[in-house]
Structures are given as C-alpha cells and as structure tokens.
C-alpha cells in the first residue's frame, strides 16, 4: 500500500528528506502529497516507514486506495533503484 497525508499536516518538512523514493512533495497549498507510485512504505530501504516516525503530527497513513503487498512494494522499489 501505498501511504497518505491527511490534512494535519503541519508542512514541518521533515518527511521529505526521510523518504528513500523521493516520493513526498508539496502539493496543494501548504500540505505534503506522497506519489503512490513512489511510494513503497520504505520496503526495500528500511523496516518501517521512516515519513511515520518522523511525523510530529501523526498525519501519515496507510491510502486505502492503493492495496499492495510485500512483494508488490518490493518490486516497485527495485524498478526505481535498480
């Protein structure tokens, strides 16, 4: 699955550099956007999703719009990094 950011989003920036697909960028107004199909929830790079545990605002959540697995995560960030 691929994740969100809801409308607590506070701009703070921080997820933006944590993000291994470079997937997170401005969007509309002041709040963050994650591409889906960057994002992986750091499958491939990391244990967890490292926007999460960096988020002061908890805003970040799992998009119910974009159902992948494991090995669906998995294959797309190896598509992006080779």
Do not use: F, S, W
């Not at 994740?3 to 506070?10: A, K």
């Not at 997170?24 to 994002?39: F, H, P, R, S």
């Not at 926007?51 to 908890?58: D, R, S, T």
Request: charged residues 25%.
């Amino acid at each position: 699955m691929a994740l969100i950011i809801n409308e607590d989003c506070t701009a703070c920036d921080v997820c933006v550099l944590e993000c291994p697909n470079d997937a997170i960028n401005e969007g509309d107004g002041m709040l963050y956007v994650i591409e889906a199909d960057k994002c992986t929830e750091c499958v491939g790079a990391h244990d967890e999703p490292q926007c999460q545990l960096v988020c002061p605002a908890e805003c970040i959540q799992v998009d119910p719009n974009h159902q992948e697995n494991q090995e669906q995560l998995q294959a797309k960030y190896e598509r992006m990094h080779g």
